[in-house]
């Protein structure tokens, strides 16, 4: 069981980015997947989350600028990240219950 991240960079404020993690080992589709992220100093935080219906949760700060989704036949979630901010940088993780990959880093500054 494995969950790999990718699509991490360095971006300008205002900028895009989108975060992919590919599962294997495990059908995406039977569990609430999620993203978390750990900025330096900080405790990790849960960022966005989408249950097996697709119904999906945001913390307040990236309502609105954030969008998670899954691909059920690539076996692989995504989160698209619009209008960055620097403090959105942060390590952010790919999450099932019990598992998280290792991180791709996100950093955003001019």
């Known amino acids: 069981v494995q969950l790999v991240e990718s699509g991490g960079g360095l971006v300008r404020p205002g900028g895009s980015l989108t975060l992919s993690c590919v599962a294997s080992?495990?059908?995406?589709?039977?569990?609430?997947m999620s993203w978390a992220r750990q900025a330096p100093g900080k405790e990790l935080e849960y960022v966005s989350i989408i249950d097996r219906y697709d119904r999906t949760t945001y913390i307040e700060s990236v309502k609105g600028r954030f969008s998670i989704s899954r691909d059920n036949a690539k076996n692989t979630v995504y989160l698209q990240m619009n209008s960055l901010k620097p403090e959105d940088t942060a390590v952010y993780y790919c999450q099932k219950p019990g598992i998280r990959g290792q991180g791709t880093q996100v950093t955003v500054s001019s």
């Open positions: 080992g495990f059908m995406i589709s039977l569990y609430s």
